[in-house]
């Protein structure tokens, strides 16, 4: 079955960094796009950075554009996302999502358990 193992995750205080990790399995990895998102309480779930499927094209929110890298290993099959700087405003459950496109909309997605990214003093 599709499972996946998230790590990462913790405390840092502001300005510092985190690599989050995700390891996937149960699928064929390198046919999936692969995103990063983030939820806080009381809010949706909001996408923080995406990759798709060879990883040739990468995509942003916004509010995490210049700080944060996302990247893929289809040989180790995981995703993985390089926090810099971060924020106050980061602090959120992080998830990792998979999507099987086809006709221009995600057919199968998965989603990892979450793991907790908080930042402060």
């Known amino acids: 079955q599709v499972q996946f193992v998230e790590s990462g995750g913790g405390l840092v205080q502001p300005g510092g960094s985190l690599r989050l990790s995700c390891a996937a399995s149960?699928?064929?990895?390198?046919?999936?796009?692969m995103a990063w998102y983030r939820q806080t309480p009381g809010k949706e779930r909001e996408l923080v950075a995406g990759?798709?499927?060879?990883?040739?094209?990468?995509t942003y929110d916004d509010s995490v554009k210049g700080r944060f890298i996302i990247s893929r290993d289809d040989t180790k099959n995981t995703v993985s996302l390089q926090m810099n700087s971060l924020r106050s405003e980061d602090t959120a459950t992080y998830y990792c999502?998979?999507?099987?496109?086809?006709?221009?909309?995600?057919?199968?997605?998965?989603w990892g358990q979450g793991t907790q990214v908080t930042v402060s003093l």
């Open positions: 990759i798709i499927l060879g990883g040739t094209r990468t």
């Open positions: 999502n998979a999507a099987y496109w086809g006709n221009w909309r995600p057919i199968y997605v998965f």
């Open positions: 149960g699928f064929t990895f390198r046919h999936y796009s």
